[in-house]
């Protein structure tokens, strides 16, 4: 049986589960960034395509990046519900997250060849190596990370009074 790593009380939530850590939220943010930059573009009120237009090459890039975050979007949702009483559908969101966010780091590493499938473009641009460089960095974080893998482990149990 492998033994539980203990880490610091810092590390814990309220449910005494440990909670995403600042890795976490980046590689959350990296894999959901087509939906942060869409809220952030709506709330300019000025021109909301703007920030749109400075972050992607066109509107179908960020449309396959919104597709390749799903899975990602599922993670946070999961944990935005991650609470003892949650139900089976949160709870099998949550333990496999580290799953659902190397599903969205590929797809989001695939997304750098996209140009070249969509426009017949034969190179790489600026935005597509850090496209790739950027997935393959956030699936290695997922895939070798016992932090992350023991936060998805954690789930808060039922609370007795409630059984």
Same mark, same amino acid.
């Given at each position: ?32 960034r ?11 009120? %000025? ?6 237009? &400075? #972050?992607?090459?066109?509107? !179908?890039?960020?449309?396959?990046? /919104?597709? *390749? ?10 944990w ?10 949160v709870? %099998? ?6 799953? &659902? #966010?190397?599903?969205?780091? !590929?797809?989001?590493?695939?997304? /750098?060849? *996209? ?49």
């Amino acid at each position: 049986m492998e033994k539980k790593k203990v880490y610091p009380v810092s590390c814990y939530g309220k449910h005494l589960c440990l909670v995403p850590d600042f890795n976490m939220w980046l590689i959350f943010l990296f894999l959901v960034r087509p939906y942060v930059v869409l809220v952030m573009s709506f709330a300019n009120r %000025n021109d909301r395509m703007e920030l749109i237009n &400075l #972050l992607y090459t066109d509107k !179908v890039m960020m449309s396959l990046g /919104a597709i *390749a975050g799903i899975p990602a979007a599922f993670v946070v949702y999961a944990w935005m519900k991650r609470e003892p009483n949650a139900s089976d559908f949160v709870k %099998n969101i949550w333990h496999r997250g580290r799953i &659902l #966010l190397a599903i969205s780091a !590929v797809f989001n590493a695939g997304l /750098a060849f *996209a140009p070249m499938v969509i426009r017949g473009v034969h190179h790489f641009g600026f935005h597509g190596w850090w496209q790739l460089i950027g997935s393959l960095v956030v699936l290695g974080m997922v895939l070798k990370s016992e932090y992350i893998k023991d936060c998805f482990l954690d789930f808060p149990q039922k609370d007795e009074e409630s059984r």
